[in-house]
């Protein structure tokens, strides 16, 4: 089975930082990756996947993610954060031919400070 | 927004009722799952279903059951409700082909409560 390690739990930044969310998983095999968003008031959403291919993939809103086989991770970036991007964020795993259910990350409170 | 609607969005109840949370998934979607999400935890798998068959299931004892109806809306139901019950529970859909299967797309969810 498969697991997900998200090491920060709360990160606070102020405006115009830039963003690094850790995002670490145990899996022999395959994987698919993803990253989900929670806003305030708002559905759980993707912010974006990785199935194969560039191991660099964009998403909305200015995030991307880097697939690092070698060290199974899969960090969020944004180079520059806004205060709209005060969320929860979810690092996600499944594995690739399998049974398509995702194991969660117990996720990462961000505040950004205006 | 997703397609996904849940009811209700709040309940409370106390422990050892019984409790149904109801779910209609996105237009297209012939997979439901639930999830329970604890207070600052991630969502932990429940089950799934497909084509109204249970299709893998987590670490949840029997008294969580579920159903899916030919109309792709779903159930999830809890018996002898628990104090440590108390979450959220997300309802989630994912579309039938592909690599587009390992999508979920979540329902706003029901907050449950057990007193």
């Known amino acids: 089975a498969q697991s997900v390690s998200q090491h920060n739990h709360h990160v606070i930044l102020s405006e115009a930082a830039s963003l690094e969310l850790g995002c670490n998983y145990s899996?022999?095999?395959?994987?698919?990756l993803f990253w989900y968003v929670q806003y305030p008031g708002q559905h759980l959403q993707l912010l974006l996947k990785?199935?194969?291919?560039?191991?660099l993939v964009k998403g909305i809103k200015g995030f991307e993610a880097e697939f690092i086989k070698s060290k199974f991770s899969f960090n969020l970036r944004k180079p520059s954060v806004q205060w709209s991007d005060t969320a929860e964020y979810f690092c996600?795993?499944?594995?690739?031919?399998?049974?398509?259910?995702?194991?969660f990350g117990r996720g990462t409170s961000l505040i950004v400070h205006p | 927004e997703t397609g996904v609607t849940q009811s209700p969005t709040h309940l409370i109840k106390t422990r050892g009722q019984q409790v149904t949370l109801r779910c209609s998934s996105q237009?297209?979607?012939?997979?439901v799952s639930w999830y329970q999400q604890a207070l600052g935890q991630g969502p932990q798998f429940i089950f799934q279903?497909?084509?109204?068959?249970?299709?893998g299931r987590g670490n949840f004892p029997p008294r969580f059951s579920g159903l899916q109806f030919p109309n792709y809306s779903s159930e999830l139901n809890v018996n002898a409700l628990e104090l440590d019950d108390s979450a959220l529970y997300l309802c989630?859909?994912?579309?039938?082909?592909?690599?587009?299967?390992?999508?979920?797309?979540f329902g706003a969810g029901t907050r449950l409560s057990v007193l």
């Open positions: 899996y022999g095999g395959t994987v698919n």
């Open positions: 237009s297209g979607h012939n997979t």
């Open positions: 989630a859909s994912s579309p039938t082909g592909g690599v587009a299967k390992n999508i979920q797309y």
């Open positions: 279903y497909y084509r109204e068959e249970e299709n």
């Open positions: 990785y199935f194969s291919g560039d191991p």
């Open positions: 996600a795993v499944t594995a690739s031919g399998g049974s398509y259910i995702p194991t």
